[in-house]
């Protein structure tokens, strides 16, 4: 991996300090163009570009924990969760929509109804949820979340034991977070097993997204010199097939609180899912 270039003419304390709000603060003004776009109709595609700026940002207080003071880095923390809430559930309906519609060219001619029914409430569900994350007090309140972590990106305060060092070792330091994001990741895959629980898989999939995310946004904004697409790409992977894995799950749990829906319906669903994760959980085995 290239290391980290200070910026010509700069004095180290700037160039440290710069790069890192940089980087924060085009990540968070990017997070209001798209909040500003969900609250405007909530569209999918708005929500899940919500959901993975969300986490390019958790990345990266969460990577650099080493270099940021702990206070207000699980301040900005705390905004994320916040604003990421307000979007959850019509995150979750649109993944099971699609889950559901990957589905329909295979299945039988008389469960059609069945599987039109499931999207008939999901799509009752997500108009209810859409009306109330988009009114004006859910407006309002969103938008303080946003000036908070505006405030942070624009002074990211570093440790004291960090801002002492210089500007070679701070640069150095900066390195070692974002190459521990790999190590991390690969211990992790390694352990893997039928006996992993969901919660581990949970962890390897936060740990995946970190380290594609962390090594991408370093190169993006000018932090290294060289990308690294090759443990961008195995990040990638290993994030999609566990979140493909996981959400069979979610959908199953989810199904399981749906008690009005007719047991045809949640059988239907519930074979979908088997298969879903028999099959993600083979295609797991393959990325060790």
């Known amino acids: 991996m290239g290391e980290i270039s200070a910026t010509k003419g700069s004095t180290s304390v700037f160039s440290f300090e710069a790069s ?20 405007a109709n909530a569209d999918p595609a708005s929500v899940h570009a919500l959901r993975v700026t969300s986490r390019h940002i958790r990345s990266l207080f969460f990577s650099y924990r080493p270099i940021l003071k702990k206070d207000p880095r699980q301040s900005g923390e705390h905004q994320l969760r916040m604003l990421s809430e307000r979007f959850a559930d019509l995150n979750n309906i649109d993944a ?19 599987a039109q029914s499931l999207l008939d409430t999901l799509s009752r569900d997500r108009k209810t949820l859409a009306d109330e994350v988009t009114c004006a007090n859910s407006k309002n309140e969103i938008d303080l979340i946003l000036e908070e972590l505006e405030k942070f990106a624009l002074n990211p305060l570093i440790k004291k034991p960090v801002a002492r060092l210089s500007n070679k070792d701070k640069r150095k330091l900066l390195n070692r977070c974002i190459r521990e994001t790999w190590s991390t990741l690969a211990t992790e895959i390694t352990e893997i097993s039928r006996k992993s629980t969901v919660e581990d898989l949970h962890q390897i999939r936060i740990s995946a997204k970190y380290c594609r995310y ?31 894995y ?13 008690t009005y829906l007719p047991p045809e319906e949640r059988g239907m669903a519930r074979a979908w899912i088997a298969a879903d994760l028999e099959f993600n959980f083979r295609e797991l085995k393959k990325s060790k």
């Open 96 to 114: 099971f929509t699609n889950q559901i519609n990957a589905h329909l060219p295979d299945i039988h001619l008389e469960e059609i109804s069945i």
């Open 214 to 244: 962390v090594h991408a946004l370093a190169f993006k904004y000018e932090l290294v010199e060289t990308r690294n697409r090759g443990v961008e790409h195995y990040a990638k992977g290993i994030q999609q097939v566990l979140g493909a």
């Open 246 to 258: 996981l959400d069979a799950i979610h959908l199953n749990d989810w199904i399981n609180t749906q």
């Open 20 to 39: 890192l709000s940089r980087q924060l603060f085009g990540e968070v003004a990017n997070l209001r163009k798209i909040v500003e776009a969900c609250l």
